[in-house]
């Protein structure tokens, strides 16, 4: 087939030193302060533009896709390796939700997280934030988005704490 007759929805990578001060921004501003500069320490870094809006759209790392900037609301969907920068980046309680030890395979395999399965959860969390699923280890086990806050998922026995997007793949 013609390679010609698919449509590309973004350009290709380009330096993102020019605008590694706006994505350090939007990081601290989703994240925390401070966690701009731990996740974007290295130069190595590229970006893709949407080819209609010329607005940024992803965010490339040498080992891929490290980071998705949504048009909706301006702020950015992790994948599993920026999940794995985070964590080295932010606190213990921050950002994570933590997952008792009889379901840690199941999330890895598939599923979303339960309200019950939930041990600890960074109260500070609203729904529609990303977070990372982690173990009682502090290892990471997924990353996905809140479905509900982190004190909903304290009070509540029931329902979906949090839809995982990505789970970690290789356990050691």
């Known amino acids: 087939m013609s390679q010609s007759r ?35 320490d290295q ?3 590229r970006i893709q533009r ?3 809006t010329w607005r940024i759209r ?13 048009p909706q609301d301006g702020l950015f969907s992790l994948t599993i390796n920026a999940g794995r920068r985070l964590k080295e980046c932010a606190p213990f309680p921050s950002l ?3 997952v008792r030890k009889e ?3 199941a999330i890895l395999k598939e599923g979303n ?31 996905g988005k809140m479905r509900l806050s982190g004190e909903e998922v304290m009070e ?3 329902g979906v704490a949090l839809t995982v997007r990505e789970r970690w793949k290789i356990r050691k």
């Open 6 to 40: 698919y449509r590309q929805f973004v350009t290709e990578p380009e330096d993102a030193l020019p605008y590694l001060e706006v994505l350090k921004a939007i990081a601290d501003y989703q994240f925390g302060i401070g966690i701009g500069n731990c996740l974007f």
């Open 43 to 45: 130069d190595s870094f």
């Open 50 to 52: 949407s080819v209609n």
């Open 58 to 70: 992803n965010v490339l790392s040498k080992d891929g896709l490290f980071l998705v900037l949504r």
């Open 96 to 98: 994570r939700v933590m």
């Open 103 to 105: 379901v840690e395979d």
């Open 113 to 143: 997280v339960f309200a019950k399965h939930v041990e600890n959860v960074d109260r500070k969390l609203r729904a529609g934030d990303e977070a990372l699923v982690v173990n009682g280890d502090d290892e990471l086990l997924a990353i």
């Open 156 to 158: 509540y026995k029931r």
